[in-house]
């Protein structure tokens, strides 16, 4: 069965600094992998996502994520962070056909000023 | 443009009663589908539904029903609220097909259930 894994419940970066959100999946086949953001009280927005090709996707808001098969992981990246990231990060796998989703248990997200 | 909208925000139950969150989507998508949030466990999906007269289970559906009769509405049925179905429910939609094969879901802004 798919699964994606996000190891950390929090992640604390102080503005303007780097930021990485992990996460780790198991598939069978050929990974479609997702990352969404939730702020508060919202539904869940798109960031970006990964098909094939290139391993380094570019997404929305200026984040990025680095597809790496060998450890089968999708990190989430930043180059600098800001206080308004600060959100509920989600990595997730398309498990089978159509988009069926596959949701990590989510990474808390805070950016301190 | 709407996008997804659902219906109520917020609802409090007792034990046993029903009720029928509502979504209603205007982008034309063939996907359909409803998750449930609860802390520490991400979303999980309850049921979808790739086009109207045809829905299928997702990973939790005890204790749900659902519907599509049109291609725009999907609601969620709760026959008889149980305290383990307080949760925030999102219903999402998409297009199939095209050439990635992996469309983008579109949220909706939630529903809060508390059960009692």
């Known amino acids: 069965a798919q699964s994606v894994a996000q190891p950390e419940d929090q992640v604390n970066v102080a503005e303007g600094n780097p930021l990485t959100v992990k996460c780790t999946y198991s598939v069978s086949g050929n990974p479609y992998l997702f990352w969404y953001v939730q702020y508060p009280n919202r539904g869940l927005q798109f960031l970006l996502k990964y098909i094939t090709g290139d391993n380094l996707v570019k997404g929305s808001y200026g984040f990025e994520a680095e597809f790496n098969k060998s450890q089968t992981s999708f990190h989430l990246k930043k180059p600098s962070a800001l206080v308004s990231d600060s959100a509920l990060y989600f990595c997730a796998v398309r498990d089978g056909g159509y988009n069926k989703l596959i949701f990590g248990a989510g990474t808390r997200l805070a950016v301190h000023p | 443009n709407a996008g997804v909208t659902q219906t109520p925000k917020f609802q409090v139950l007792k034990t046993g009663q029903s009720m029928t969150l509502q979504c209603a989507q205007d982008m034309n998508h063939e996907y359909m589908s409803w998750y449930r949030q609860d802390p520490g466990m991400g979303l999980r999906l309850i049921h979808y539904?790739?086009?109207?007269?045809?829905?299928d289970q997702g990973e939790v559906p005890n204790g749900y029903n659902v519907s599509r009769s049109t291609t725009e509405d999907f609601p969620l049925r709760l026959l008889s609220a149980a305290p383990s179905q307080t949760s925030v429910y999102f219903c999402?939609?998409?297009?199939?097909?095209?050439?990635?094969?992996?469309?983008?879901?579109?949220f909706g802004a939630g529903s809060r259930l508390t059960v009692l």
């Open positions: 999402a939609s998409s297009y199939l097909g095209g050439a990635s094969g992996a469309n983008v879901l579109t």
């Open positions: 539904s790739v086009g109207a007269g045809i829905t």
